[in-house]
Structures are given as structure tokens and as C-alpha cells.
């Protein structure tokens, strides 16, 4: 059941969770469709967290059902929005803000699948339609968003297929190792499941080009929180668990040059371009492993 009652994020946290999520593309398409409905409302950042919030809780319902299911997570999200901070709202206002969480997470569903008719969540994601048609401001959102993605097919961008209600992870991800208790005691990870994120770095390191390339894992580890700051606990964790030596005084002398600041890395440069491409797909992973 979800919880009542919304606490409003920090806008500090919100401008730092902000930077990071324009890694996504799909954030980056409905930022500003999410900004023009904004006022009085959920900014951006805290629509796409709640949905983030709202698939957790779709997955624990049987795949059959979801598409019944949207009209109790309706009745509990209008509650939940009922108050922010303990601040009482209108209907209207909790409707809006339903609407807004609800309509994000059609738009994440609908990614699963390039062909719409195939996509495993249609029956899911015109449930959520049917019901959000009838709020104010779906329609404006809908529309602000297909003007948006018309925008990326003109640039020749497409958005790239993903579930993230995790269905499919294991079929498109592929087969994952297993780490021992060893391994997973002694990485010095700090995460409820120490396994995905392992995982998660398992597949990213299959693009590494260089050793510098572990930077980028060192830096979202380091950024979520998972690892101290010590790089050479980090290289004897690499060397440990996956078997690569790097040099700890060359891998500060890579964090020197791009920064400790993920956010202020500079595309211009060739290595640090290809380590915000690393950066973006451990976050991905991560985000469907854990």
C-alpha cells in the first residue's frame, strides 16, 4: 500500500538529482511537459521519482491484473497527495498531481517495446489513459510529449527500448555472473542487494576500452554512496572481485584531470565523453538490478 501523506523534496536535492537524471532520455523528452504543469504542483524531478515509486509497486501485483489494479493506485495516490508536507490540498490539486505521477509512467511503460502493438504493458498503459483522459491537463501533457518526441525523430534520435517494470531484464540483459559471499563480504559495497550492483558493473566493464575507464565506476559508486573515497580500497576491490589491476596513483591522477564532480565532466574531451557514456549506462543498470 502506498504511503500517505507527500514530503516535498529539498530543492537542493532536486537541482543535484536534476543533473543527474538528464543522463536519461526519456527525463530529458518529458522534463518540460512536466515543467509547464509544474506550478502548484510536483516539480519534474519529483514526478519522475514517484513513478519510479509507482512501478515498484506494479511489479508486486500479478502481470494479469495491473491494468485492474491502476484504479486502487489512483485511490491511494490521490490520498497520498491529499497533503504535501503536511499541508492540506484541494481534490483537484491530488488529482493533478495523480495524473501527472501516472502519465510519467505510461510514458516509461510504453518504452519496452519499439512496436506499440507488442508492448507487454498496452493493456496497462490504456488503463492508465482511460482513466487519466478524464483529469485536466492529461490531454496538454500527452500532447506536449509527442510534440517532443516528434522533435528527437527529426534529430534522427530515437529513445531506446527498455522495461522498466523489469519484466525482460534477464532476456535483453543476458546471462549474469554469480559472486560468492567472499566476494560480495568483502567489496565493500554498501547496498541492500550487493549482487546487482556487482552485476551492474560486470556488464558495464564489457565496454571498457582502458583501465582509466574504471573512473566512471569509481565516480557512481562514489556519488550514490556505495564505497568510501579511498581509491585504493577501490582498485583492490576491482582486482579482487573482477580480476583487473589498475594503479591507484593513475586512477587519481584520472579523477585530478576530469574532476571529482561527475556533473562538471566535459564532453569536449574524448576520455571523459566516453566515461559519461559508462556513467549513464551503470545508472541504467543499476537502476534495473537493484
Not at 565516480?219 to 583487473?244: H, Q, R, Y
Request: hydrophobic letters at 40%; charged letters at 30%.
Amino acid at each position: 500500500m502506498i504511503e500517505t501523506g507527500y514530503k516535498r523534496i529539498p530543492k537542493e536535492k532536486i537541482r543535484k538529482t536534476k543533473t543527474k537524471l538528464y543522463s536519461d532520455p526519456l527525463f530529458k523528452m518529458v522534463y518540460l511537459p512536466l515543467w509547464y504543469q509544474h506550478e502548484e504542483d510536483l516539480t519534474p524531478v519529483e514526478v519522475w521519482q514517484e513513478a519510479n515509486m509507482v512501478i515498484g509497486e506494479m511489479k508486486a501485483i500479478s502481470k494479469d491484473i495491473r491494468h485492474l489494479e491502476v484504479s486502487t493506485i489512483v485511490e491511494e495516490l490521490n490520498e497520498r497527495y491529499s497533503s504535501f508536507d503536511n499541508v492540506a490540498r484541494t481534490e483537484e490539486m491530488a488529482q493533478h498531481t495523480t495524473m501527472l505521477v501516472l502519465s510519467t509512467v505510461m510514458f516509461m511503460l510504453a518504452e519496452a517495446d519499439a512496436d506499440w502493438k507488442h508492448n507487454p504493458h498496452l493493456q496497462l498503459c490504456r488503463s492508465i489513459s482511460q482513466i487519466m483522459s478524464r483529469v485536466k491537463g492529461f490531454k496538454e501533457l500527452c500532447r506536449d510529449v509527442k510534440t517532443e518526441e516528434s522533435r528527437l525523430t527529426e534529430e534522427n534520435t530515437s529513445l531506446p527500448i527498455r522495461d522498466f517494470m523489469g519484466d525482460t531484464k534477464e532476456s535483453d540483459i543476458g546471462d549474469l555472473p554469480i559472486f560468492s559471499d567472499k566476494d560480495i563480504s568483502a567489496c565493500g559495497i554498501k547496498h541492500d542487494n550487493v549482487t546487482g550492483i556487482l552485476q551492474a558493473i560486470w556488464l558495464v566493464s564489457k565496454s571498457f576500452v582502458a583501465s582509466n575507464d574504471w573512473i566512471a565506476v569509481y565516480a557512481v559508486l562514489l556519488d550514490m554512496e556505495f564505497i568510501p573515497s579511498t581509491m585504493t580500497t577501490f582498485c583492490t576491490m576491482v582486482k579482487n572481485v573482477f580480476g583487473v589491476s589498475i594503479d591507484s596513483k593513475y586512477m587519481n591522477s584520472v579523477l585530478r584531470s576530469h574532476g571529482k564532480d561527475i556533473d562538471k565532466w566535459n564532453e569536449i574531451y574524448d576520455d571523459q565523453r566516453r566515461h559519461l557514456e559508462l556513467v549513464s549506462a551503470l545508472r541504467l543498470y543499476i537502476s534495473r538490478l537493484t
